[in-house]
């Protein structure tokens, strides 16, 4: 029999959140009463960006490039400073990788049936055995 | 790793004679191991270019007949699917284009100017919302998207759905590296305009709206 000291009391299980009905949710939730999220809010309190971007330009350009996976030294740390103290780069970020990942994940990817592919299939094997 | 812009630096100063030429058995690996696994990826960027699963498949099948035509081009261990893409956008160009004699739907003029130049013209953010963009269904992400011209559409289609990297889409498309980015830029623009459109009709509001409210 094993002492009652050993027996460890049983964990709480963690409550397992549906993902699936906080998007029901929030596509349901009306127009009126959307609400910033709350990244920006807690943002925005602080009051520490600069409403206005000193080169809109040099900065977008360098956030679309991070953004868009291009080998830029830093990254990391240039995204956390710009976002940090500039307002229009903060929103730029932020709208520009929601748009990419739309497009990436929502959009739909058109595939060949497989009639198609076997008739490709077909016409590539007959150049195949002309070349020969 | 070596880059496709690499392979392409290699390949134009590579005289004909000097091309590996492969064997019939290289040449089936080649064709099987690295070609056909893209066939899907080639298709989706057809029917986006044509709207038309025939011209579609058709554009597919003589991109794959043009691969094995010049296989010896194709250095082994480069990146395939570049190679693949930028065969199927010159068909699509010199065929499909002239073929479907659809009239432009851009100022040329504009665009040319445009085009020729690295200088964008970055603006202040737009009053479309994260929040409404996560909302949208891939019905009107693809409708945005599908509205923009061939171009446009082209460049958001290499970079946002099959991941090319701007050296790589300069490839692809002959267009160097700061064409690249300001098409891309002026093509997001585009979309943005489409999509806040969009929003306004789903009723998401827009902070131009709800600043007009307060």
């Given at each position: 029999m094993p002492s009652i000291w050993a027996i460890k009391p049983t964990p709480k299980k963690k409550r397992k959140i549906n993902t699936s009905k906080i998007c029901i949710i929030k596509i349901i939730r009306p127009a009126g009463q959307r609400k910033q999220s709350e990244m920006d809010k807690e943002l925005d309190k602080s009051g520490q960006r600069k409403l206005e971007c000193a080169d809109v330009s040099r900065c977008f350009q360098?956030?679309?490039?991070?953004i868009d996976g291009n080998n830029i030294p830093d990254s990391k740390e240039i995204i956390q400073e710009k976002l940090a103290k500039c307002q229009p780069c903060f929103e730029h970020f932020h709208l520009e990788k929601a748009i990419k990942e739309a497009i990436h994940t929502k959009c739909t990817k058109f595939c060949m049936s497989e009639d198609m592919k076997s008739d490709i299939r077909k016409k590539i094997q007959e150049i195949k055995l002309d070349a020969r | 790793m070596v880059t496709v812009s690499e392979v392409y630096v290699h390949l134009n100063s590579m005289s004909e004679s000097q091309r590996k030429k492969y064997s019939q058995e290289e040449k089936d690996s080649i064709f099987d191991g690295?070609?056909?696994?893209?066939?899907?990826?080639?298709?989706?960027?057809?029917?986006?270019?044509?709207?038309?699963?025939?011209?579609?498949?058709?554009?597919?099948?003589?991109?794959?007949?043009?691969?094995?035509?010049?296989?010896?081009?194709?250095?082994?261990?480069?990146?395939?699917?570049a190679w693949l893409f930028r065969i199927l956008k010159n068909s699509f160009i010199n065929e499909y284009r002239k073929k479907s004699k659809q009239p432009a739907k851009v100022d040329y003029q504009e665009v040319e100017t445009f085009y020729n130049?690295?200088?964008?013209?970055?603006?202040?953010?737009?009053?479309?919302?994260?929040?409404?963009?996560?909302?949208?269904?891939?019905?009107?992400?693809?409708?945005?998207?599908?509205?923009l011209a061939v171009d446009f559409r082209t460049v958001i289609i290499l970079c946002d759905l099959e991941g090319f990297t701007y050296e790589e889409m300069a490839k692809i498309l002959d267009i160097p590296i700061g064409t690249v980015r300001s098409r891309l830029h002026r093509a997001r623009n585009l979309l943005k305009e489409k999509l806040r459109s969009y929003a306004q009709y789903m009723g998401y509001k827009t902070d131009s709206e709800e600043e007009e409210e307060n």
């Open positions: 360098l956030l679309e490039r991070i | 690295e070609f056909m696994p893209h066939m899907d990826s080639m298709y989706n960027f057809a029917f986006r270019l044509t709207f038309d699963e025939d011209d579609a498949k058709d554009l597919v099948q003589d991109t794959y007949l043009k691969a094995y035509r010049f296989i010896n081009s194709f250095e082994q261990g480069t990146n395939a699917k130049s690295d200088d964008v013209d970055y603006q202040g953010t737009t009053d479309l919302r994260v929040d409404s963009v996560k909302d949208m269904l891939g019905d009107e992400i693809s409708n945005a998207l599908n509205s």
